[in-house]
């Protein structure tokens, strides 16, 4: 397809949009007083709280099917997907807010999750299907004294579908695409008084293209890599009683992968293979006043990746989460809580390790125009010992339309059994990392939220940073990094209109110079960041987004030497079209319209044009 034609493809949508800006859906405008935030565990509204909050909603779910989880987190304000618009198979990295992969934590509903088999032990994005997820909860800033580890960044809560409608549904997902990628998703649920179910399965398949770039003047064709993926997501809920709910959960992914030997190194025979299981249950007995949730989930990770440094692992996690809520009047909640984490690793060695948690918070909320969350954690493990962490975060609702809001908090992330045990530079003696987090900003809401501003400014101070020096893992004196986003967003009758500034800068450690660079790797300085969506009919639906990305860096450990990667930004144009009550939509999703060539990650691939179209389909 010529560029001319493709910059025909979205003048006809009806819009373009210039200078530096950036990629988001069009989301529909909620009331923040009806919005419950449940990763929280207070289930508190979304007015009640200082902290930064961002959800993403059934509608703009609806709007992505022929997109995945990282396409989507990686439009919200101060997230970066490392590898995000690589190969589909590729690795994804998630950055939020500056700081590296492994420090914000992956719950699903409400429960954290993990891959134990991989390096550093961080939720695989690629493992989970858009298609079963309801919506999605983010939390920026420290969170660990309600999450314990990892949650030095943020929290991301994936909200998954629940038979919610009385009586039985099917549904289902087809789409077709660029690269012979197709995706397949079919599921059905049910609700009645005392029981409902979601069942549902995802299958996709692309010839994709290859991981590794092709160096300048390489005559080598290098042989496209593909993937296959299969997933299943089942949940049941079971009203015992009155009081008493019991939801048992079962979810499988498996994952095959071709890679290519690493940068600018073609391997046609390379591959890496996933398997990841996890159950448990989520009981909770309600009494009015009070209530009190158990959590247990067990996961089980397989990670066969014969070219790398482990060609074959397996991680086990059983974690154990008990809390208890009691609201004192109508304006002050308790939580508190004790969890228990047990991960086994499987390698060429086998290490283990356990690590106990109790925390308690107090929300005072409505007192006037004043709300407060105050909280701590106490935490014990086998591999490090002790440690504490606490949060402070007040907010003042100046007028209805006015709200200031700020934390204080500190967060932790406990050594991997990867980096204390493994054979390539494992440390015995590494101990937590920490941090300290300061954000403060205001959110404006005018015309019944027909217009949005958030702004919002963050710092997080990080001691004892875990890093590779070359020959081993150590902890780094510290790192420094700050920020901003401003957020605005507004409803101009059938037109929506959302956009982000997001600016961070810091320093971080690298054994490639054996100094700390005053920037960092893979995380640019600039994003911006705009989208507009029309509803030109009652059933036509068009969005159009463009997302600029400023410079940044990246190594090149063959020379040494540090690389600069050039400023690119990326068009996209989205359509569908509903039928039958909206029971039926056909959509079209188109990425990279320009056909932009750069690089994300030095020596890897980045998609250029590429697009899917299908339907999505809902019986009632």
């Given at each position: ?52 909050v ?46 590296g ?23 695989d ?129 498996y ?51 014969p ?12 974690l ?46 409505d ?34 339309e ?18 204390l ?42 001691t ?22 401003i ?29 700390v ?104």
């Amino acid at each position: 397809m010529k560029l001319s034609n493709k910059l025909l493809i979205a003048m006809s949508a009806g819009f373009i949009q210039l200078g530096s800006t950036g990629t988001l859906r069009a989301q529909e405008v909620v009331d923040l007083n009806d919005v419950v935030i449940f990763a929280t565990k207070n289930d508190q509204k979304q007015s009640q709280t200082g902290k930064v909050v961002t959800i993403i909603g059934r509608e703009v779910l609806d709007r992505s099917h022929g997109r995945n989880l990282t396409d989507l987190l990686n439009e919200q304000a101060g997230i970066v997907i490392g590898g995000g618009t690589l190969n589909s198979g590729s690795n994804k990295s998630l950055f939020m807010r500056g700081a590296g992969s492994g420090y914000a934590v992956i719950l699903i509903d409400g429960i954290p999750m993990n891959n134990p088999a991989s390096i550093g032990a961080t939720f695989d994005l690629r493992a989970f299907s858009i298609d079963q997820i309801d919506r999605i909860e983010i939390l920026k800033g420290g969170q660990s004294t309600i999450y314990g580890s990892d949650a030095v960044a943020g929290v991301v809560n994936i909200i998954t579908k629940k038979g919610s409608q009385a009586g039985n549904s099917v549904y289902g997902v087809g789409s077709y695409g660029t690269y012979n990628t197709y995706k397949g998703t079919l599921g059905m649920n049910y609700h009645s008084n005392d029981f409902s179910y979601n069942i549902g399965y995802t299958q996709t398949k692309t010839d994709g293209i290859s991981d590794a770039a092709n160096p300048v003047g390489n005559t080598d064709v290098f042989d496209k890599d593909g993937n296959k993926t299969s997933a299943v997501n089942a949940n049941f809920s079971l009203k015992a009683t009155d009081q008493l709910s019991i939801s048992p959960f079962i979810r499988y992914f498996y994952g095959n992968y071709d890679t290519d030997q690493g940068v600018f190194k073609d391997n046609p025979t390379s591959y890496v293979k996933l398997k990841h299981f996890n159950s448990g249950i989520n009981t909770k007995y309600d009494f009015g006043t009070g209530k009190i949730n158990f959590n247990y989930s067990y996961e089980n990770s397989q990670l066969a990746d014969p070219t790398g440094y482990v060609p074959f692992s397996e991680g086990k996690m059983h974690l154990v989460d008990l809390f208890y809520n009691q609201k004192i009047g109508s304006k002050l909640d308790v939580l508190v809580g004790l969890d228990n984490r047990a991960t086994r690793l499987s390698t060429s060695l086998v290490a283990s390790t356990n690590q106990f948690s109790t925390y308690a918070s107090i929300f005072a909320h409505d007192l006037s125009i004043f709300n407060l969350e105050v909280g701590g954690r106490y935490n014990k493990a086998k591999a490090f010992g002790e440690n504490y962490t606490y949060n402070i975060t007040p907010s003042i609702n100046v007028v209805k339309e006015v709200k200031i809001f700020g934390t204080i908090s500190t967060a932790f992330k406990a050594p991997n059994l990867d980096y204390l045990f493994t054979p390539y530079g494992g440390n015995l003696n590494l101990v937590p990392e920490e941090s300290k987090n300061y954000e403060a900003g205001v959110n404006l809401n005018l015309a019944d939220q027909k217009y949005t501003l958030r702004v919002s400014g963050f710092k997080r101070d990080l001691t004892n940073a875990i890093v590779y020096a070359g020959n081993g893992y150590i902890n780094q004196l510290k790192q420094k990094v700050k920020g901003f986003e401003i957020e605005p967003a507004a409803q101009l009758g059938i037109v929506n209109v959302r956009g982000y500034v997001a600016y961070v800068e810091g320093n971080e450690y690298t054994y490639l110079t054996s100094t700390v660079l005053d920037y960092l790797f893979r995380r640019p300085k600039n994003i911006y960041a705009i989208n507009v969506g029309v509803q030109a009919t009652k059933d036509l639906f068009i969005s159009t987004n463009f997302k600029y990305n400023s410079k940044s860096y990246d190594a090149d450990y063959d020379t040494g030497n540090v690389v600069n990667l050039d400023a690119y930004k990326l068009l996209g144009v989205y359509a569908e079209y509903t039928l039958i009550k909206k029971q039926l939509r056909l959509f079209a999703d188109l990425k990279n319209v320009l056909n932009e060539k750069y690089t994300e990650i030095y020596g890897y691939n980045s998609m250029g044009f590429n697009m899917n179209a299908g339907l999505s389909f809902t019986i009632k």
